[in-house]
């Protein structure tokens, strides 16, 4: 007797079901997408009970004839591809023609559906896959779909849905993919009859981020200025650097349209945040690619989730380039703030002096520094001493380790010209807690972190002499030799010349063995043996696809946290306007090299609103 049936139509649009349809979400995210290729200009959403009792989408899109409308719920039934070549180029959201049946098989499905200017429309009921009703019907033109009972007629399903709050957050996030993915498109979200938004369509995507999320998260974020290289154009917005969040729901990539997950395009935007971002966070981002269709492969995932690039290579780059470089056009906002006069007429004190110095251990050999000359109490200079007072100073100078040395004519005791020192403009005003500059610029308060800002400023003019000509070195007193198991030792062979561009002088000295004679100078060791085997855990950590520039980064960015002035740390007058003054010439001056804020931009109208002047 043969063993082998086809499986009844009902049957096999569950078993499609199971991957199209997982939760009361992914059918929302269908019917939304079916709206959108319909030219829907608004579509109302309506949930009850996290969407698992009813998800109800109605559009005014171009609706459907009672023939189209039978045909869209058989399987395989599509008005958007023709042919296999089709499939080289979707242009639509959907093209599988698998939805509509598989929604209906696992639920009690409803759809109602008329054209524009036709005389009437059409309802057709499925219970469970099966036709229970079709007649006319007279709904106003577009289509509505009502979804009830999920997987009502699927025990085994039913039991994988979540607390119907969790469903709802679910359904939230994929309403806020659509929106933002489509801010043309009007949309309104009911949940159990409270309305949870309603979306206005919107002229540009900044509106809609701004009608959805709010105007403080939009004025955080900056433009991506678009680019197009290589058939890829990238547009959006992301967060500036030292914006991030804790879940990723806030990071949100689009290709063709299409939100997407992936983990290429999440790990190309890590290296385009790089340092501007906080470990274990994640970037906000509303990216959007485009790229030739012929060039990605979107039926990899029957929910579509996911797709295949011909040239991933080429669109991780793409990426990388276009965050990097709107970081450092974000910068340019920053430094405006600076640039007009600080708010108050106060004359900026005029006791300013570059004074940080480099330690002797950071700064290259070849160059001069000069100790810290001793202020003693001298008074600190501040125009408006009424208004202005500045905490105690210190009677110890504290070891800074500043990066620029200024030449020794720039003596601290010359009194500066505020306009030939910098072009930038603000007032300190003092120091909350040891840690919190305080300072006024034309914007309103700034509070600066100094141990923050302080690492940024050592990181970057580290990375600044790595590149340039290599980290200087200091030779150890007594080479070292230390063994490594055989995996570590393959990696440092594969390594060696990075690691001697950062500053170690490393050398294989039989199998598994290894010679360090000379560390970086910045670096403070004990234990070399010791040292080298964290520095090799933490980079082989960071990842195989990092460059070599990065590797040296990453141990940069480690070692500074140690050198940079701490909390606690009290700085005199002329200190801080320096470490201020370096910090704003940085590429990246407004978070530390582990992505955590260095400045807090307070404005004017902000605090205006908190102390009820404004509404
Ligand atoms: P696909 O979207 O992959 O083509 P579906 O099963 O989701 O498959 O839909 C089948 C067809 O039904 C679509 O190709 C489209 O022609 C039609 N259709 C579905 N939803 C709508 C809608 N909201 N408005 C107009 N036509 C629709
Ligand atoms: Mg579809």
Not at 149 to 168: C, D, G, I, M, Q
Not at 206 to 227: A, C, K, N, P, Q
Not at 262 to 276: D, F, K, N, P, V
Request: glycine share 8%; proline share 6%.
């Amino acid at each position: 007797m043969s063993r082998i049936r086809l499986l009844p139509e009902t049957v096999a649009s569950q078993v499609a079901a199971g991957e199209v349809v997982e939760r009361p979400a992914s059918v929302l995210k269908e019917l939304i997408e079916n709206s959108i290729d319909a030219g829907a200009r608004k579509i109302d959403v309506l949930i009850r009970r996290g969407g698992i009792a009813l998800v109800r989408v109605v559009d005014d899109g171009c609706g459907m004839d009672r023939d189209d409308a039978l045909l869209s719920l058989e399987r395989h039934a599509t008005s958007k591809i023709r042919s296999a070549a089709d499939l080289q180029a979707v242009a639509t959201l959907g093209f599988r023609g698998e939805a509509l049946p598989s929604i209906a098989s696992v639920s009690r499905f409803r759809l109602t559906t008329r054209e524009s200017g036709a005389v009437a429309g059409t309802e057709i009921v499925i219970n469970g896959g099966k036709i229970d009703v079709v007649r006319d019907g007279g709904e106003a033109p577009g289509t509505q779909v009502e979804v009830r009972s999920l997987f009502y007629n699927v025990p085994a399903r039913r039991k994988f849905l979540r607390a119907e709050n969790t469903e709802s957050r679910n359904i939230e996030h994929q309403i806020h993919l659509q929106a933002i993915g489509h801010p043309q498109v009007a949309f309104c979200l009911l949940r159990d009859d409270r309305m949870l938004f309603q979306l206005p369509s919107a002229a540009t995507l900044g509106d809609r981020i701004r009608d959805l999320f709010g105007i403080e998260l939009l004025e955080r974020l900056v433009e991506i200025d678009s680019t197009s290289s290589r058939n890829i154009r990238i547009d959006g917005y992301i967060g500036q650097a030292g914006l991030s969040r804790q879940t990723r729901t806030q990071q949100l990539v689009f290709v063709n349209g299409r939100a997407i997950e992936s983990g290429m395009l999440t790990g190309a935007i890590r290296e385009g945040y790089h340092t501007a971002l906080m470990k274990g966070q994640y970037p906000v981002t509303f990216l959007f690619l485009q790229i030739d269709p012929a060039s990605v492969d979107v039926n990899v995932h029957p929910a579509k989730r996911e797709v295949r690039f011909r040239d991933p290579s080429a669109v991780r780059e793409a990426i990388v380039h276009s965050i990097q470089q709107t970081l450092e056009r974000g910068r340019a906002g920053w430094q405006e703030k600076f640039h007009a006069p600080s708010i108050s007429p106060t004359a900026i004190p005029t006791e300013v002096s570059p004074n940080l110095k480099l330690r002797p251990e950071i700064a290259a050999p070849q160059e001069s520094y000069r100790e810290l000359p001793h202020l003693g109490t001298t008074v600190v200079g501040v125009a408006d001493p009424g208004r202005t007072r500045f905490p105690e100073i210190a009677g110890q100078a504290p070891r800074l380790a500043g990066p620029r040395v200024d030449s020794a004519s720039d003596a601290f005791a010359v009194p500066r010209d505020a306009k030939k020192a910098s072009q930038q403009q603000f007032q300190i005003l003092g120091v909350l807690n040891k840690l919190y500059v305080l300072m006024e610029n034309a914007d309103g308060l700034v509070l600066v972190d100094q141990h923050a800002a302080h690492e940024r400023i050592l990181f970057e003019e580290l990375r600044r002499r790595m590149e340039e000509q290599g980290v200087p070195t200091q030779k150890l007193l007594l080479p070292q030799t230390f063994d490594v198991p055989p995996r570590d030792a393959d990696w440092i062979e594969r390594n060696l010349s990075i690691l001697q561009k950062m500053g170690i002088g490393i050398e294989p000295f039989g199998p598994g063995t290894f010679k360090i004679d000379s560390l970086p100078g910045f670096l403070d060791v004990s234990d070399p043996s010791q040292f080298m085997r964290k520095v090799i855990d933490d980079l082989k950590s960071a990842g195989h696809s990092t460059s070599s520039m990065r590797l040296g980064e990453e141990m940069i960015a480690k070692t500074v946290c140690r050198h940079a002035i701490k909390a606690n740390d009290p700085l005199r007058y002329p200190e801080i306007d320096k470490l201020i003054r370096d910090l704003l010439e940085c590429d990246l001056p407004y978070c530390c090299p582990h992505g955590r804020p260095t400045m807090i931009q307070i404005s004017l109208a902000e605090l205006e609103k908190k102390f009820g002047r404004k509404v």
